[in-house]
């Protein structure tokens, strides 16, 4: 048996099939590329959900890794200091609105974290009825029960119920519907200013712009989801500046780490006052070599240059995409290298098309393929995508 063979033998007998994986097996890469165990390759734009954002086999990341593990030190507790912890919280809040920063292990965890932040608050005011979370249509927010409650999406949530209560639904860029629900009651709205999972919808500055006023005048948390669309993916390193709008706390996880599973929440002090000793914890988060490879990984990402090159190929992606002659082709939209090409059909058998075009594809809802790079992505990565989408597309 070949390991392609025995790998998705494997799979099938033994992993749990909350997953529909395609008939090969990634085994190495370099840059954009992948290569399956056969040897063919595939440039990715997926970039494992928006995670890999320096792509593959950076030297750079390797020795940040060798650097940390030279300490021999792989995992301390929370219970002990530890140097890179402390820097990278420091960096984050030099680059950021944030003051104080709490370090976990996923992007849910980060959610979870957020809303017992934000109840932590509303506790503090001793105001009992504001429990009220609002979140929007579309939203993702993650997949454990908190977070999965503030995730409006039936297939996600029904066979899980009862889920948190006082969960309240409002139609995204929609400032009558907000206006409508963050009332005295709320404790926390959460939104992503763009948004993945749901199908790349980016907030309107108008709308975050009303949130926000909305949370100042009721006293409500706000909270930016930006594990996806944050660190430097959409061209400046938080999508929300683009807006001018800030939060009371910030989200972050996928690209932190450029592949190690961290997770963050940035905060304001105001909030971070609210919290004391022993509220919240993690056994892993923020640990000694996550944590150092995340501050090689923001040192690199916040670059000025860095960020202008996320902006250029991002604007040559949308432009080369409009190009596309097909009737099947919606609408193209998003920011930097995070883009959602909408199809007037299901996207599954375009994605499945691409493996036989060397092209890793993911769908963000039903009809969205979203494209979400190494933010090492190049123009001629680009037209490579577009070549091939235009001949997919043609013979579909
Ligand atoms: C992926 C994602 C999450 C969940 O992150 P995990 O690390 O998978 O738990 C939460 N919010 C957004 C916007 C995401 O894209």
Same mark, same amino acid.
């Given at each position: 048996? =070949?390991?392609?063979?025995?790998?998705?033998?494997?799979?099938?007998?033994?992993?749990?099939?909350?997953?529909?994986?395609?008939?090969?097996?990634?085994?190495?890469?370099?840059?954009? !590329?992948?290569? +399956?165990?056969?040897?063919?390759?595939? /440039?990715?734009?997926?970039?494992?959900?928006?995670?890999?954002?320096?792509?593959? @086999?950076?030297?750079?990341?390797?020795?940040? $890794?060798?650097? &940390?593990?030279?300490?021999? $030190?792989?995992?301390?507790?929370?219970?002990?200091?530890?140097?890179? %912890?402390?820097?990278?919280?420091?960096?984050?809040?030099?680059?950021?609105?944030?003051?104080?920063?709490?370090?976990?292990? =996923?992007?849910?965890?980060?959610?979870?974290?957020?809303?017992?932040?934000?109840?932590?608050?509303?506790?503090?005011? #001793?105001?009992?009825?504001?429990?009220?979370?609002?979140?929007?249509?579309?939203?993702?927010?993650?997949?454990?029960?908190?977070?999965? =409650?503030?995730?409006?999406?039936?297939?996600?949530? /029904?066979?899980?119920?009862?889920?948190?209560?006082?969960?309240?639904?409002?139609?995204?860029?929609?400032?009558? =519907?907000?206006?409508?629900?963050?009332?005295?009651?709320?404790?926390?709205?959460?939104?992503?200013?763009?948004?993945?999972?749901?199908?790349?919808?980016?907030?309107?500055?108008?709308?975050?712009?009303?949130?926000?006023?909305?949370?100042?005048? %009721?006293?409500?948390?706000?909270?930016?989801?930006?594990?996806?669309?944050?660190?430097?993916?959409?061209?400046?390193?938080?999508?929300?500046?683009?807006? #001018?709008?800030?939060?009371?706390?910030? !989200?972050?996880? /996928?690209?932190?780490? &450029?592949?190690? *599973? $961290?997770?963050?929440?940035?905060?304001?002090?105001?909030?971070?006052?609210?919290?004391?000793?022993? +509220?919240?914890?993690?056994?892993?988060?923020?640990?000694?070599?996550?944590?150092?490879?995340?501050? %090689?990984?923001?040192?690199?990402?916040?670059?000025?240059?860095?960020?202008?090159?996320?902006?250029?190929? @991002?604007?040559?992606?949308?432009?080369?995409?409009?190009?596309?002659?097909? *009737?099947?082709?919606?609408?193209?939209? #998003?920011?930097?290298?995070?883009?959602?090409?909408?199809?007037?059909?299901?996207? +599954?058998?375009?994605?499945?098309?691409?493996?036989?075009?060397?092209?890793?594809?993911?769908?963000?809802?039903? %009809?969205?393929?979203?494209?979400?790079?190494?933010? $090492?992505?190049?123009?001629?990565?680009?037209?490579?995508?577009?070549?091939?989408?235009?001949?997919?597309?043609?013979?579909?």
């Amino acid at each position: 048996m =070949s390991v392609t063979e025995e790998t998705i033998h494997l799979e099938q007998n033994y992993v749990v099939q909350t997953y529909a994986r395609p008939p090969f097996v990634l085994a190495r890469g370099e840059g954009m !590329t992948l290569y +399956d165990t056969a040897g063919r390759a595939y /440039k990715d734009w997926v970039a494992g959900i928006a995670v890999n954002a320096l792509g593959y @086999g950076d030297a750079g990341i390797a020795q940040a $890794i060798q650097d &940390a593990l030279n300490s021999g $030190i792989i995992h301390l507790s929370n219970l002990y200091h530890s140097a890179p %912890h402390a820097r990278l919280a420091k960096h984050l809040v030099e680059k950021s609105f944030a003051d104080r920063v709490f370090f976990c292990n =996923s992007g849910t965890e980060a959610n979870e974290g957020a809303i017992k932040f934000a109840r932590r608050t509303a506790y503090n005011q #001793g105001a009992a009825h504001k429990v009220q979370l609002v979140t929007f249509s579309d939203a993702f927010h993650g997949r454990t029960l908190g977070s999965l =409650s503030l995730t409006p999406k039936e297939k996600y949530q /029904k066979p899980f119920h009862p889920l948190l209560p006082h969960v309240l639904v409002g139609e995204y860029n929609s400032v009558a =519907s907000a206006e409508r629900l963050i009332t005295e009651d709320t404790c926390a709205v959460i939104l992503e200013p763009i948004q993945g999972e749901g199908g790349i919808h980016p907030a309107t500055p108008e709308f975050l712009q009303a949130v926000r006023a909305l949370c100042d005048q %009721h006293g409500a948390v706000l909270i930016f989801d930006e594990v996806q669309c944050g660190m430097g993916r959409t061209g400046t390193l938080w999508a929300h500046e683009a807006a #001018g709008v800030t939060p009371d706390i910030m !989200t972050i996880a /996928k690209p932190l780490a &450029a592949g190690l *599973p $961290i997770g963050a929440i940035l905060t304001t002090q105001h909030i971070a006052d609210q919290l004391h000793v022993g +509220d919240h914890g993690t056994t892993f988060g923020g640990g000694l070599l996550v944590t150092s490879v995340a501050q %090689h990984v923001l040192e690199r990402v916040s670059q000025p240059e860095f960020l202008a090159h996320v902006r250029e190929v @991002g604007a040559y992606l949308q432009e080369r995409l409009a190009e596309l002659n097909s *009737p099947l082709v919606k609408e193209v939209r #998003g920011r930097g290298l995070m883009v959602g090409l909408e199809l007037t059909e299901p996207v +599954d058998r375009f994605v499945k098309a691409g493996y036989q075009y060397g092209l890793l594809l993911v769908n963000a809802g039903t %009809h969205v393929i979203r494209l979400v790079p190494p933010l $090492i992505a190049e123009k001629h990565d680009v037209d490579d995508l577009v070549d091939k989408l235009a001949q997919m597309l043609a013979s579909a």
